[in-house]
């Protein structure tokens, strides 16, 4: 993915485990489990899943500020809404680290300049490769996007499918979570609601 990479986060860089603990931390949890460590099938567990754990949670890395840095002012007069819908987005729950897999519709409506189109999905990646409640992500994709344009308004949906839902707990499959954050005029026309709904549903 390009990206904009920044520094760790301050307070945390410092105390940032290495390579060989985040590995001795997996063969911890092999141990937890029940397992066998030293079987041919484990053995290299332990460095794939640090590597894994890297590329799942680059997000960290990653800042949306900078990413949705560079905006487009010759837009011939453009001023209606713009939606980027059906955005595929993997994340982990911050409360059991297991997947949640769904996808994000963004829209916007322009106040005299655009962004990349690539840029809002670059957006909901960032935030999506990071520890989340789903709440926090739309709030923090919506809040990014109105930072960086300025528009006269956003709209953010994002629908879930939670695997501490399906794989543990009450384990009910196929249960989607729906969150939506408003700012501008989505919030205050309810008509522009409406609108960004109908086009996400493919009634528009």
């Given at each position: 993915m390009?990206?904009?990479?920044?520094?760790?986060?301050?307070?945390d860089?410092?105390?940032?485990?290495?390579?060989?603990?985040?590995?001795?931390?997996?063969?911890?949890?092999?141990r937890?489990?029940?397992?066998?460590?030293?079987?041919?099938?484990?053995?290299?567990?332990?460095?794939?899943?640090?590597?894994?754990?890297?590329?799942l949670?680059?997000?960290?890395?990653?800042?949306?500020?900078?990413?949705?840095?560079?905006?487009?002012?010759d837009?011939g007069?453009?001023?209606?809404?713009?939606?980027?819908k059906?955005?595929?987005?993997?994340?982990?729950?911050?409360?059991?680290?297991?997947p949640?897999?769904?996808?994000?519709?963004?829209a916007?409506?322009?106040?005299?300049?655009?962004?990349?189109?690539?840029?809002i999905?670059?957006?909901?990646?960032?935030?999506g490769?990071?520890?989340?409640?789903?709440?926090?992500?739309?709030?923090?994709?919506?809040?990014a996007?109105d930072?960086?344009l300025?528009?006269?308004?956003?709209?953010?949906m994002?629908e879930?499918?939670?695997?501490c839902?399906?794989?543990?707990g009450?384990?009910?499959?196929?249960?989607?979570?729906?969150?939506?954050?408003f700012?501008?005029?989505?919030?205050?026309?309810?008509?522009?609601?409406?609108r960004f709904?109908?086009?996400?549903?493919?009634?528009g």
């Amino acid at each position: 993915m390009d990206a904009i990479v920044k520094k760790f986060p301050a307070g945390d860089g410092d105390n940032r485990p290495t390579q060989a603990e985040a590995e001795e931390a997996v063969r911890t949890l092999l141990r937890w489990a029940g397992d066998d460590i030293n079987r041919e099938g484990l053995l290299d567990t332990p460095k794939r899943v640090a590597k894994a754990y890297k590329e799942l949670f680059s997000g960290y890395e990653l800042d949306a500020e900078e990413a949705l840095g560079r905006t487009f002012e010759d837009v011939g007069g453009y001023d209606d809404i713009v939606l980027v819908k059906d955005i595929p987005f993997f994340s982990h729950c911050e409360h059991h680290m297991v997947p949640i897999i769904g996808k994000a519709h963004v829209a916007y409506l322009p106040d005299g300049k655009v962004l990349g189109l690539s840029k809002i999905a670059r957006v909901v990646e960032i935030f999506g490769r990071r520890l989340q409640t789903q709440e926090t992500m739309t709030a923090q994709v919506s809040g990014a996007i109105d930072d960086a344009l300025h528009p006269r308004g956003v709209a953010v949906m994002i629908e879930a499918e939670h695997m501490c839902m399906s794989m543990r707990g009450i384990q009910k499959q196929g249960s989607t979570t729906i969150t939506t954050a408003f700012k501008g005029a989505f919030k205050t026309e309810p008509h522009e609601q409406v609108r960004f709904m109908t086009l996400i549903r493919g009634r528009g």
